[in-house]
C-alpha cells in the first residue's frame, strides 16, 4: 500500500479541490475500480439481455450465478495465497531481489490454477450442466484466479493504470459481446446463458491478456529459477495465511448458510442461492466503497509520514524522547483519521438505511430485501472496519491480532448465521451484523491495546518458537521439478 502514498501526496500539494478530487478518485481506482467495471458490466448484461428476444429470466439467472460462484470463489482462494505472496514480494521489492519477481508469479500462478482445478473437479462432479457450460466455466474461474494474482504483483509494482485499462477493455467486450447473439444463426445456437457466459469469459481473458502485457514490460527479467521459494513464508509466517484466508471466507460463510434456508432454492440443479438475501447483501457491500477509498487516502498522507517517522527513529538510533514524540504523533492522527473513517462511512450507512424503503420501490425490489438490506448494512460497516483494523494491525506487525480478528469474523458470521436459520426470513442477515459487529468491536480493542505499548513490542518481540519447514522443503523439492 506504500506506493500509492507517494501518488496521493503530490496531488494534495496542490491545494485545489480538483487535486483533492484527482486524489480520491485514483484512490478510488486502486481499491474498487475493478470491482465497479465488472460489476457495471454485468449489471448492462443483464439490461441487454433483457431487451433480446429468446433470452428469458432463467437464461439469465443461470448466468448471473455462474459469474458469481467463479467471483466468490476464487476470492477464497485468493486468500490461501494473498498475504502470504504480498509479504514475500515486499520483500523482495525492499531487497531489490527483482530478479526473483516474476519466478515467484509463475510458482503463485501454478499453484493457484492447481487449487482452482481441483476445486472446478468437485463442482463438475457434482453438477448436471452439459460439459461445454463446465469447460466455459472452467475457463472463467481460473482467468479470474490469475487476474487476481496479477493484480497482486501489478499493485505491488504501482502499475495500477495497467489494471484499470484491462478492466475496462475487457468489461466493455464482455458487454457488446451480448449485442452479437442475435446474429448467431439458430442452426448454431446453443442455450443463451452458454452464449451470455461465453461473451463475458471472452471480456476477461482480454483482461487477462492485458495484466499479462503489463507484467512482462514491469518484470523484464523472466528467469524460471526458484520458482516456488516463497512457500517457506508459509512456515514462517502461518498467521498471514490464517488471516487471508479466514477473512475471505467469512465474508461469504453467512451466504453458505443462508443458502440452505428458508427461500433458499437450486437453479438449473447447479447453484445453491437466496435471492432475498443474496440480493440485500449485494447492495450492502456498496456501501462500504467510501471506506475504501478514505482508507488510502487517510493512511497513505497523514498517518504514513508518522508511521514512517516513528520506525525511522527506531531504526536509526533516534533518542528515548524522539520516538516518543513520534509515536504520540503517530498515535494522535491514527485516531483524528479513524475517527473521520468512522464519522464518513457512518453517515454513508445511515442514509443507505433511511432511504432503503425509497430506493426498494424504485428499482421495483421485493419489500423483503429491503428490510433485510437495513441489517446487512449494518454488518457490510463493520466489515469494512474489521477489514481496516486488520490492515493497520499488519502495519504493526501484529500477525497475532489480525489472525485473531479474522478467525472470529469467520466463526461468529457462520456461527450466529446457523443459530439464526430456524427463525426464517425475519432474521436474515442478522448473524452477518452480530458477527460482524462483535469481530469489529475486538479488533479496535486489540488495536487500542497494541498502540499503548508499540514501541514495547516493537524492542522486545517474544522469542518465536521453533517453527517446522515443510513448506520450505516442499518449494526446494518443486523447484527441482524442472517440468514445472
Request: hydrophobic residues 50%.
Amino acid at each position: 500500500m506504500a506506493g500509492i502514498g507517494f501518488k496521493l501526496q503530490k496531488l494534495f500539494q496542490e491545494d485545489y479541490y480538483s487535486s483533492r478530487f484527482k486524489a480520491y478518485a485514483f484512490a478510488g481506482l486502486v481499491t474498487s475500480g475493478p470491482w465497479l467495471i465488472v460489476l457495471v458490466a454485468i449489471t448492462l448484461i443483464q439490461w441487454l439481455s433483457s431487451l433480446l428476444s429468446g433470452i428469458d429470466l432463467a437464461e439469465r439467472e443461470v448466468f448471473t450465478l455462474s459469474v458469481a460462484y467463479c467471483f466468490i470463489f476464487s476470492q477464497v482462494i485468493l486468500g490461501i495465497q494473498h498475504l502470504v505472496v504480498t509479504r514475500y514480494v515486499a520483500d523482495l521489492f525492499y531487497e531489490k531481489l527483482y530478479d526473483r519477481i516474476f519466478p515467484t508469479f509463475l510458482g503463485v500462478s501454478k499453484i493457484t490454477i492447481l487449487f482452482s482445478l481441483i476445486v472446478w473437479l468437485g463442482f463438475a462432479f457434482y453438477s448436471p450442466l452439459h460439459l461445454g457450460y463446465k469447460l466455459v466455466l472452467l475457463t472463467l474461474f481460473m482467468t479470474l484466479n490469475l487476474i487476481w494474482v496479477m493484480f497482486i504483483f501489478l499493485s505491488a509494482a504501482k502499475y495500477y493504470q495497467a489494471v484499470a485499462y484491462s478492466f475496462l477493455v475487457g468489461g466493455g467486450v464482455g458487454v457488446l459481446s451480448i449485442l452479437f447473439i442475435p446474429l448467431v444463426p439458430e442452426s448454431f445456437r446453443i442455450a443463451m446463458s452458454l452464449l451470455m457466459l461465453l461473451g463475458f469469459t471472452l471480456g476477461m481473458v482480454i483482461t487477462l491478456f492485458g495484466l499479462g502485457f503489463a507484467m512482462l514490460i514491469t518484470f523484464p527479467n523472466r528467469n524460471r529459477e526458484d520458482q516456488f521459494s516463497y512457500l517457506e513464508y508459509y512456515d514462517r509466517f502461518p498467521a498471514l495465511f490464517g488471516a487471508g484466508f479466514l477473512y475471505n471466507a467469512g465474508i461469504w460463510v453467512c451466504n453458505w448458510v443462508i443458502w440452505f434456508g428458508e427461500g433458499g432454492t437450486v437453479v438449473a440443479g447447479t447453484f445453491l442461492t437466496n435471492r432475498l438475501y443474496d440480493t440485500a447483501i449485494f447492495w450492502s457491500y456498496l456501501t462500504i466503497i467510501p471506506t475504501l477509498i478514505i482508507f488510502v487516502v487517510s493512511v497513505e498522507t497523514r498517518f504514513y509520514e508518522r508511521y514512517r517517522t516513528f520506525y525511522g527513529f527506531i531504526n536509526q538510533g533516534g533518542t528515548y524522547d524522539q520516538i516518543e514524540r513520534a509515536k504520540d504523533k503517530m498515535n494522535s492522527v491514527l485516531r483524528q483519521e479513524m475517527a473521520r473513517l468512522f464519522r464518513s462511512q457512518g453517515i454513508v450507512s445511515f442514509l443507505a438505511i433511511l432511504f432503503s424503503a425509497w430506493f426498494v420501490a424504485w428499482v421495483g425490489m421485493d419489500r423483503e430485501i429491503g428490510e433485510i438490506f437495513r441489517v446487512t448494512t449494518i454488518g457490510a460497516f463493520s466489515n469494512a472496519m474489521v477489514l481496516v483494523i486488520t490492515l493497520l494491525l499488519l502495519y504493526f506487525d501484529d500477525q497475532k491480532g489480525a489472525v485473531w480478528t479474522s478467525g472470529l469474523f469467520f466463526t461468529l458470521n457462520g456461527l450466529f448465521s446457523w443459530l439464526l436459520l430456524p427463525g426464517g426470513i425475519d432474521w436474515y442477515g442478522v448473524g452477518f451484523a452480530l458477527g460482524s459487529t462483535t469481530a469489529f468491536l475486538f479488533a479496535g480493542a486489540r488495536l487500542i491495546y497494541f498502540l499503548r505499548e508499540v514501541d514495547y513490542y516493537t524492542f522486545c518481540r517474544p522469542v518465536e518458537r521453533e517453527r517446522g519447514n515443510g513448506f520450505q522443503r516442499l518449494g526446494e523439492r518443486l523447484n527441482r521439478i524442472r517440468v514445472l
